[in-house]
């Protein structure tokens, strides 16, 4: 599937900022075999005063900005095509969850992809008892790691209500949780700590959603801004694995990957001085459109 | 204490001595004798009588208060300064010793150099199983943001500290490696001062290593990193509420360096830079005292507020020398210690030289079935844990305490996350305990810093002596005291000073620019300073009026009504709340300038306050508190004295200078206005003498009785009287003209206009012209003085 994006951010501030350093991470990756780049651009109004861009230790595409001072509105403004190759399959070759450990250990690498990296808490997905009990109740029957995702994934879409106005982008998990509500950050991290809590090492995607639907199909939850969903590592022979628990589905091609990371931290699409500055409002608006 | 002396010349001190069985012993050789090392000083302490001995320990403990040595602690909330818990008998080592333990400890600086490089590169020690890839992956102190970024100049490691402890053998062991940031070293040089003035007729002749060579050394390696020759090496600090934060700031006096925090540093066109008095200024070696993970919210925590957005792409692009690399926290890692033996031979060429305490990671099953099989010998801790083994908050559970299936369990299901460490136990040294020498357990923190030629050893360090005779390590939780350590030659040691390249250095320091967060702290210490003796002056003439008038509301004490509120004075306390708070202003003001402030002036301001705090409950009104508030204005002026007369006179005591000029300037502008107002009660104008301090003066050139004219001119426009508005006027033109940027060769910067015009006027009006309503308006254009200023220099 052959994807046009769009993403325009746009904040707007009070009053004028003082110089500023930001770290974007809004391109979509290149992933040999699963997803490729045609074309992705990025333009800041007004123009920053430096700008470089750089890969980050999970692979992710990041672009440096210093803004300078003085000023009331930032528009970010990212373009791209890319072909989504992304096939669901229906093959499950995961390990059990008994022999996970013993595959996980023969695993030597550090690289950006190793599992290692994503089966401890990390600083935005500790470990909440409440979801850890929740993950061992939800997979208690399944035989095989993918089984334990698909039960996970769909227990936790069942259990929570997608609501846009319930959470915050800071709201705890556990929060989240036991209100029973939020958007695809909450249900995802939610989910990742479930799995963490069963030995299952789990990773945050930041991404996209096609806008429009295929024909006969309804549009998907989220679709109308950034989306996320969880990638869990299912046994030396499956590799990973990825989940939506938002849309309650495995992944395939109506997804487009921006990066990875152990939370949403490790790829929030603006860090730095804009989202902290006081007294702003910011709009965002996304665009996916399939072209064929 | 004569009985005692008595009781001491029949039995010399070190007679009672008696080393714990089993356990070897610093000062007593396992035959009971004194080791010869120890002979010289035991004797000196034998022939001392009690008082004696008093005498000489109380010069140290004079030295460390003098000095305004402490450390701060936390606890139930909040932290406290504490003073330097010195242990007065030092720990003597034989040179001979000292040379194996500095081969050994260069041999492991060299190892744990070797395994950053490889967590920091191409992870091998991972890919080829030699280090389990959870102990790296899972460990919050291994930073990713920082893997594949080479550090400039090729080494991720230059400052480490070793901490050792003897066992029972008699064998020195590694009990925890420090190479975060780690601490103490300016401790030692301290407790090195404090000790030798105890011991001032043995220190000198000694033999003992001196310890400025080392730092010495160390000074010109760091000046060396620097690509500008001419710029400063910097010390990166948390802030003043750190634990350590004295000796951060007495390093950096000590060695010339500049003291920052994060927010005095911006990283722009990929440089790291520090915002200055006279700028941005290119910062490119920083010895780090900040814990990495908070030194760049935008790549690592990005909950820190005390760091620099920025700091890791600066590193990235190899503009900086940090020391050590940001990362080298991950190895401080306990269970890396159950490694570091077996990669020795691979990575440095041979075995360690000095093993460290057996340690098992109990993710591998062999380590659990050792815990297993001796849990006695058994302490247990979280495998990533960084904290030393004694740390009074880390979570130790002896193993042997626990009950055979709670262990198994623990094994069995967090194996991973657990490591055991043998339970070891110490040596023992002298300590003095109500004047008797005792034993105490002992460890040593041992320094190298990388120099250019290799890994250099601090001939001494510290030694912690724990409080009780339990010598196993775990014990040192309870914390204790400090000693000196003398490594003693047998032949006599050179003298070092830092001395032979001061010229070099007071070079550099006129060079590396004033931080404009120091510019604008002591800027405020100079105008709380005045302000605190502003106010005493009033509320001293205040109360000796009240003392005259019998306590009766004569009509010239409602006269300072206006005075009160301008200055927001409760007048019903002797020592006003107001006081209180700018003494508290200023001490907040002088903390944050440590490095530049001197340490006598830093112990007066803290010696008044405690006085003002002591006294403000106990006076009453009237004559009384008059005398409390003169006894504190002696004080206050001490204070001046001290800052104003011994600091360098360079750009950063301006900004006092003009702090202090400034406040000055608008308390004597607000007094004459209020005071020669012509509506003023009588007896107004006498009172703007005393409170002005010019008492004598205005006799001197008036044989008649005050006026209004004879006030104003002598403290508004007598350029000679060095309280008249006049003269703060002047000083500060002078001054503001001395800043940077301030005079372009005649081209003025909107505060040398502004100083200038409030000369001329001044310098040109008269009495009759200088009405209550001009004062007012005077006022108010000082006043704007303060806001020019900031947005210049302090932003």
Known sequence: MLYRLRLSIRYDFARPTGVGRQLLRISPADLPGMQDVHHSSIVITPPPAERSQFTDFFGNEVTQLVMPAGLTQVRIDMTGRVRRLGEESELDLSASLDRLPDDLHEITDLGPHSPHHFLRPSHRIPAVAPIADFARKACGKAATAREAVECLGRAIHGHMRFDAQATEVDTPIAQAFAGRHGVCQDFSQIMISGLRSLGIPAAYVSGFLRTNPPPGKPRLEGADAMHAWVRAWIGAEAGWCEYDPTNDCFVAANHVTIGYGRDYADVAPVTGSMRLAGGQTTSHSVDILAED | ?795
């Open chain 2, 1 to 795: 204490m004569a009985g005692d002396r008595a009781d001491s010349l029949e039995q010399p001190r070190s007679a009672a001595y008696r080393p714990l069985p089993g356990v070897p012993d610093e000062m007593v050789a396992p035959d009971g004798k004194v080791r010869p090392l120890w002979r010289k000083l035991v004797a000196h302490l034998d022939a001392l009588p009690d008082d004696g001995l008093a005498r000489d320990l109380a010069r140290a403990d004079r030295y460390l208060l003098d000095s305004g040595v402490f450390y701060r602690q936390y606890g139930g909330g909040e932290s406290v300064e504490r003073p330097w818990p010195l242990s007065h008998i030092p720990v003597l080592l034989a040179e001979k010793e000292w040379k194996d333990i500095g081969a050994a400890l260069r041999q492991r600086a060299d190892l744990l150099e070797a395994v950053m490089a490889d967590l920091y590169g191409p992870n091998e020690l991972v890919e080829t199983g030699r280090l389990p890839a959870a102990l790296v992956a899972g460990n919050p102190e291994w930073l990713r943001p920082m893997v594949g970024v080479k550090p400039r100049g090729g080494h991720f490691l230059h400052f480490l500290a070793f901490e050792l402890g003897r066992g029972p053998d008699g064998e020195w062991w590694v009990l925890a490696d420090r190479a975060q940031a780690p601490s103490g070293a300016g401790y030692a040089l301290e407790n090195r001062v404090a000790t030798s003035r105890a011991f001032s007729e043995l220190y000198p002749d000694g033999n003992v290593h001196r310890l400025a060579g080392f730092f010495r050394n160390f000074r010109d390696a760091l000046q060396a990193q620097a690509t500008d020759k001419d710029s400063r090496v910097a010390i990166l600090t948390p802030g003043p509420m750190n634990e350590t934060y004295f000796e951060h700031a007495y390093i950096a006096r000590y060695l010339g360096f500049t003291l920052l925090e994060g927010d005095d540093l911006c990283v722009s066109g990929d440089r790291l830079m520090v915002r200055t008095v006279q700028g941005m200024r290119q910062v490119d070696v920083l010895w780090r005292r900040l814990d990495a993970q908070y030194a760049d919210p935008l790549e690592l925590d990005p909950a820190s507020r005390i760091g620099t957005p920025g700091m890791v792409a600066a590193l990235r692009a190899g503009a900086v020398t940090m020391v050590n690399a940001l990362g080298s926290g991950v190895l401080e890692t306990r269970a890396l210690m159950a490694f570091l033996p077996k990669l020795a031979p691979d990575l440095v060429g041979a075995p360690l030289a000095m093993p460290n305490i057996a340690t098992w990671w109990c993710g591998d099953p062999a380590a659990r079935a050792a815990v297993r099989a001796s849990p006695r010998r058994m302490v247990l801790a979280d495998a990533l844990t960084t904290r030393l083994p004694f740390d009074p908050t880390d979570d130790l559970t002896r193993a042997v305490g626990l009950p055979a299936e709670v262990l198994d369990r623990r094994l069995t299901e967090g194996g991973g996350d657990l490591v055991a460490q043998e339970a070891v136990t110490l040596s023992t040294t002298p300590a003095l305990v109500d004047g008797a020498l005792v034993p105490r357990p002992m460890t040593l923190r041992v320094y190298l810093a990388r120099t250019a030629r290799g890994w250099a050893v601090m001939p001494g360090g510290f030694a912690r002596i724990g409080t009780g005779a339990d010598v196993s390590a775990l014990a040192m939780q309870e914390g204790g005291a400090a000693a000196d350590v003398w490594v003693v030659s047998p032949l006599p040691v050179p003298a070092i000073t830092m001395a032979r390249q001061v010229s070099a250095a007071d070079t550099r320091m006129a060079a590396g620019g004033l931080p404009a967060r120091s510019a604008d702290n002591l800027f405020w210490l100079g105008r709380y300073a005045e302000r605190a003796e502003g106010i005493v002056r009033l509320m001293r003439a205040y109360h000796t009026r009240l003392a005259e008038s019998g306590g009766t509301g004569a009509p010239l004490l409602a006269g300072f009504d206006p005075l009160f509120r301008q200055m927001g004075i409760d007048p019903a306390a002797a020592i006003p709340q107001k006081l209180l708070d700018n003494l508290s202003a200023a001490i907040g003001s002088a903390g944050s300038v440590r490095d530049r402030f001197s340490p006598d002036a830093w112990s007066a301001l803290h010696d008044i306050d405690r006085s003002a705090r002591k006294l403000a409950p106990k006076v009453s009104a009237g004559d009384d508190a008059a005398r409390a508030l003169s006894a504190l204005l002696r004080k206050l002026a001490g204070i001046s004295g001290l800052v104003h007369e011994n600091m360098y006179r360079f750009v950063g005591w301006r900004f006092l200078t003009i702090g202090r000029l400034h406040e000055r300037a608008m308390g004597t502008a607000a007094l004459l206005a209020v005071l020669c107002d012509p509506k003023a009660p009588e007896g107004a104008l006498d009172l703007a003498i005393e409170v002005g301090d010019s008492i004598l003066t205005h006799r001197r050139r008036f044989t008649l009785n005050a006026s209004r004219a004879t006030v104003i001119d002598l403290l508004a426009l007598d350029p000679l009287n060095p309280r008249a508005l006049r003269h703060q006027i002047d000083g500060l033109r002078e001054q503001v003209d001395m800043l940077p940027a301030a005079n372009d060769h005649g081209a003025l910067s909107p505060l040398a206009r502004e100083a200038l015009r409030l000369h001329t006027d001044l310098a040109t009006a008269e009495p009759a012209s200088l009405t209550t309503e001009a004062l007012w308006g005077l006022r108010a254009r000082i006043a704007m003085l303060s806001d020019i200023l900031t947005t210049t220099y302090f932003h």
